[in-house]
């Protein structure tokens, strides 16, 4: 058996020493035929698949690993489905990416090759937070969509994630359809490329001002802003997509003293400063935190590298930084927009807000309140963009997230959203300070109660 799969390994790697790959790739894999089989047989022993959710794996040579040509072969295979799907249309398509090694040279891959298969392509100038991605697609009337990120997980790993027409990630059918497809493409000559360059439009600032002026619609008390615009703020990118953004959208809604964590500020995807790029563990957020304590912050913010989760820490009653978990977070925010809809004469019996099943019940209670209607579905983004998709002119979206730090207020967006949701729980901040002189920790343990 274990020289069956040694002859396997040997024969794939040997037709990338034969084909149509670049001179630096064939040396990585003579390399690794001569000094590390077991690498070898780690990176060629199957094909790197394309899921549900696209491509996620370590980067570097071999069928089994994320590099130019697998980017390129699953980009193919989308490319021919989204031919078959919208026979007839001038296809558009949008393209982001985050921090990571790679990301910027496998963007621009997959523009290359939409662009080829004669696609109007949107690719952002450099990394941009996956929401605003999200939102591009709706915004710009796309087809579809690709954004490369790994998200959290740790340095030696990239991915690739499939968005639709509504700004979502692909679910069924198109997502097995697509799969399909990509089984189809079985060699990189099968790759379209090097083609129609003119169909890339390159997406700048400007489109960011779009994006962070629809983020600012969500804004609920702006009075309170003004008298707590000075409120400390401390926040890390964690040397990712949100480096920009976050603070511009603070900004945008009045907060004046936002400090970045500098060294975690340096787009660098080594994440040199973290284990791993993850605002779920405190380790991760112990550079934002010691900020925070220095500047005697009232809020600690941490965004991933692609800017869809968030991570919170608040002062307790004896000054020390709680991290707060996912279930935490969603409930503070949701709770926070659901009091001020209601405050402001919004609700009418036909608003919802949706979590998913591994989520606390807190929401289904805070909903029921409020008499807002509240949707269980399962984990994932894209199945709470599936519901506002399915309500869509009958009912109207609040808030909704998962247990696992994304929350998505609004659907002008179809994935989590850590770039609204980070100006939510400052604004959320500055109204219980002002409204009923409480701190965001001491209100959270009030609504738990």
């Not at 929401?131 to 030696?156: D, M, Q, Y």
């Not at 089984?183 to 489109?207: V, W, Y």
């Not at 990118?237 to 970045?260: E, I, Q």
């Amino acid at each position: 058996m274990a020289n069956e799969l040694e002859q396997l390994v040997l024969s794939k790697a040997q037709k990338w020493l034969d084909g149509d790959y670049d001179e630096a790739t064939k040396k990585q894999v003579r390399y690794l035929m001569d000094h590390d089989r077991k690498e070898l047989t780690e990176s060629f022993y199957k094909d790197l698949e394309f899921g549900t959710g696209g491509l996620r794996g370590i980067m570097g040579v071999g069928t089994n690993r994320m590099n130019v040509y697998t980017v390129g072969m699953a980009t193919q295979g989308l490319a021919n489905y989204l031919k078959k799907n919208f026979a007839g249309e001038r296809i558009r398509v949008a393209i982001g990416h985050d921090s990571r090694n790679n990301s910027r040279m496998f963007a621009e891959r997959v523009a290359d090759i939409f662009a080829s298969n004669g696609f109007t392509v949107f690719l952002f100038d450099k990394l941009r937070p996956t929401p605003e991605l999200s939102f591009a697609i709706r915004e710009l009337k796309c087809h579809s969509g690709v954004v490369v990120t790994a998200s959290h997980n740790p340095k030696e790993y990239n991915g690739y994630k499939a968005y639709w027409t509504d700004g979502s990630q692909v679910t069924a059918p198109h997502d097995r359809n697509i799969i399909a497809e990509v089984e189809k493409i079985t060699s990189i000559d099968q790759i379209l490329s090097g083609a129609n360059p003119g169909n890339i439009t390159l997406l700048g600032e400007e489109f960011d001002e779009i994006y962070l002026n629809k983020v600012h619609t969500l804004s609920l008390s702006p009075e309170s802003v003004g008298k707590f615009h000075d409120m400390k703020i401390a926040y890390t990118p964690l040397h990712g997509a949100g480096v920009r953004l976050v603070p511009a959208s603070l900004r945008k809604w009045g907060f004046t003293n936002v400090s970045l964590v500098e060294e975690q500020a340096v787009i660098d995807g080594n994440f040199p400063t973290v284990e791993s790029p993850n605002p779920e563990e405190r380790k991760t957020m112990a550079k934002a935190i010691e900020l925070g304590s220095r500047l005697g912050a009232d809020l600690v913010l941490a965004t991933d590298p692609d800017s869809d989760r968030i991570g919170v820490a608040l002062r307790n009653a004896k000054g020390e930084y709680v991290l707060l978990n996912g279930n935490q977070t969603l409930s503070l925010i949701m709770a926070y927009q659901l009091t001020r809809w209601s405050e402001l004469g919004r609700l009418d019996g036909k608003e919802f807000v949706v979590k998913t099943i591994v989520t606390s019940q807190m929401p289904n209670v805070m909903a029921a309140h409020f008499g807002v209607k509240c949707y269980d579905c399962l984990t994932g983004f894209k199945y709470i963009a599936r519901i506002i998709r399915n309500n869509e002119g009958k009912a109207t979206y609040i808030g909704g997230g998962e247990e696992s730090f994304g929350y998505l207020a609004g659907d002008f967006v179809r994935d989590k959203d850590a770039v609204s949701a980070c100006s939510l729980v400052a604004e959320a901040a500055a109204w219980t300070r002002d409204t009923m002189g409480l701190t965001l920790y001491e209100w959270l343990q009030k609504l738990y109660v």
